[in-house]
């Protein structure tokens, strides 16, 4: 499972690998010892000292952990061998999690990555449990230890594999339906439709057991239901904006935040046009300059604050005009992933749009981008919230476009543009 979202406190480094706990890991690791606790009392064929059950509970929470810290390098070391570098590992409340800069390439080396981690709590469960078989003459604490380690790695491995995002079996799915569709969306979208249906089937299954006095067991099984419809939405929300902003071109988002001045117009008039447009926008409007019906260029504000007032009018705007390739820019054919990757690389956040024939067509920010994706998914803005957008220069509603394409990038859909 991946979670950009998940920070910690770094403990160790483990091949180069980040181990980081999460806050949430400390009170999983309190309900734990206190579950083991209790087995250890049990076990136990005379009462023991409190102190002793519950420092005996500990170790097989911690023991429990450091569990699934090898199911997590698992996948970290497969992942490794692969090509993909590993960012982190967090120890968090629902497990661990590893946190990779890319997906795999292929779905062979994705699938290989998402069996490794069960496979590591298999292969943690047999030996637990035999040694576990082996010490039933001798020990019955050290039993009961080995029995409950053993039970919850099989667990682990079995609840793991179950066919849907985020768990392994999800990634397993997609990386199988990757490979014979050919389509790592379409991997995707039935893992996750599988994830989301996983997860309505725990949430009832565990009220069930709720209602039937089951108490932990079936509240434990309504959070992982929770947490995974919560994965779903999440993924889903991700799959359709990725979708959006692949289909749509740049020539469907882009405005037209420029002027026009003739290269014989004087500084005057530059200065009049910019007393005319003067709003609260963060960035001004470009102005681009014309001679005999050709752009050759635009000129910025830079004439009007160098020279004195009265010679303006004894100076004309095509004696400071500047190249348009200065302009950040892209073509109108452009996907809107292209865009938004473009505008974050501006200090200004505009782009100028050229057509096919390399002239002007129009001008793109994140107000115009983000506009029209929303737009895209049925939402209109009322013009109040654009302008407010519009003066800060950033996307309406804060929607977190360019995280989505990192998360495109990140996923091998599409290519980080030079």
């Known amino acids: 499972m991946e979670d950009k979202s998940l920070e910690g406190w770094e403990l160790i480094r483990i091949k180069g690998i980040p181990l980081l706990v999460h806050p949430s890991w400390f009170l999983i690791l309190i309900l734990f010892t206190w579950t083991a606790q209790g087995q250890v009392s049990n076990a136990a064929q005379t009462p023991l000292p409190i102190w002793f059950s519950w420092g005996l509970g500990f170790i097989t929470a911690l023991l429990l952990f450091l569990s699934v810290l090898l199911h997590e390098l698992g996948h970290s070391l497969v992942a490794l061998r692969e090509g993909v570098k590993v960012r982190s590992i967090t120890l968090f409340l629902l497990g661990g999690v590893a946190r990779v800069d890319k997906e795999c390439s292929t779905p062979m080396g994705a699938l290989r990555v998402a069996v490794a981690g069960p496979l590591v709590s298999l292969f943690l469960a047999i030996g637990f449990l035999q040694l576990a078989n082996s010490a039933g003459g001798t020990s019955p604490l050290l039993q009961n230890l080995l029995t409950q380690l053993g039970s919850l790695n099989l667990v682990l491995a079995l609840f793991n594999l179950l066919p849907g995002l985020p768990l392994d079996g999800g990634l397993i799915l997609k990386a199988l339906v990757w490979k014979f569709t050919g389509s790592q969306r379409k991997g995707v979208q039935v893992a996750n439709n599988a994830g989301r249906f996983l997860s309505i089937f725990s949430i009832f299954l565990g009220v069930w057991i709720c209602l039937k006095g089951g108490g932990f067991s079936g509240f434990w099984l309504i959070v992982l239901g929770w947490f995974g419809l919560a994965a779903s939405r999440s993924q889903t929300q991700m799959i359709l904006l990725q979708q959006i902003l692949t289909e749509l ?170």
């Not at 026009?260 to 926008?281: F, G, H, N, P």
């Open 249 to 418: 071109k740049v020539l469907q988002a882009c405005g037209r935040a420029y002027r026009v001045l003739e290269a014989d117009d004087t500084l005057t008039r530059l200065s009049k046009l910019r007393i005319a447009s003067t709003d609260d926008k963060r960035v001004p409007e470009w102005v681009l300059v014309c001679k005999s019906g050709r752009w050759i260029g635009y000129i910025n504000d830079q004439p009007l604050k160098d020279l004195p007032v009265q010679n303006w009018d004894n100076y004309f705007v095509g004696d400071f005009v500047r190249p348009l390739s200065e302009l950040p820019s892209i073509g109108e054919k452009a996907p809107l992933w292209e865009a938004v990757f473009a505008l974050e690389k501006t200090n200004q956040g505009r782009l100028l749009v050229f057509n096919l024939a390399g002239l002007p067509a129009g001008t793109l920010d994140r107000i115009d981008l983000g506009e029209a994706v929303l737009k895209k998914l049925g939402m209109k803005l009322p013009p109040s919230f654009l302008d407010a957008a519009r003066n800060q220069n950033v996307y309406p509603l804060g929607i977190a476009l360019p995280e989505v394409v990192e998360s495109m990038i990140s996923a091998g859909l599409v290519k980080r543009p030079d």
